[in-house]
């Protein structure tokens, strides 16, 4: 059973915005907080941002003042604005539940920011 789908990564040259989403199952998003990961090659998985039901966020500090996590509560939804992009933010970004779970785990969304 398909859980989360993330959509909206690409290329972008550094500098650049990207905006990702994610689609969760109603089961999920209803009662969990949501978060945003990402794993670059040779790197273990690592959370970027989360967001509570009340809409309270966290973000690693690499990403503060450039990313912003947002959830609609409509649509099932969870989105991660990323500007001012770095080549390091280069990586596969997933959504999950946060804290995360192993079973809820997308295929992810390639990001590639270019120097």
């Known amino acids: 059973q398909v859980h989360v789908v993330e959509s909206g990564g690409g290329l972008v040259q550094a500098g650049g915005s990207l905006r990702l989403s994610c689609a969760a199952s109603?089961?999920?998003?209803?009662?969990?907080?949501m978060g945003w990961y990402r794993q670059a090659p040779g790197n273990q998985r690592e959370l970027v941002a989360a967001?509570?039901?009340?809409?309270?966020?966290n973000y690693a500090d690499s990403v503060k003042g450039r990313f912003t996590i947002s959830r609609d509560s409509v649509k099932n939804m969870v989105y991660l604005q990323m500007n001012s992009l770095k080549s390091e933010d280069t990586a596969v970004y997933y959504c999950?539940?946060?804290?995360?779970?192993?079973?809820?785990w997308g295929q992810g969304t390639q990001v590639t920011v270019s120097s």
């Open positions: 999950n539940v946060f804290p995360s779970e192993e079973y809820y």
């Open positions: 967001i509570t039901r009340g809409e309270s966020t």
């Open positions: 109603r089961m999920i998003f209803k009662i969990n907080a």
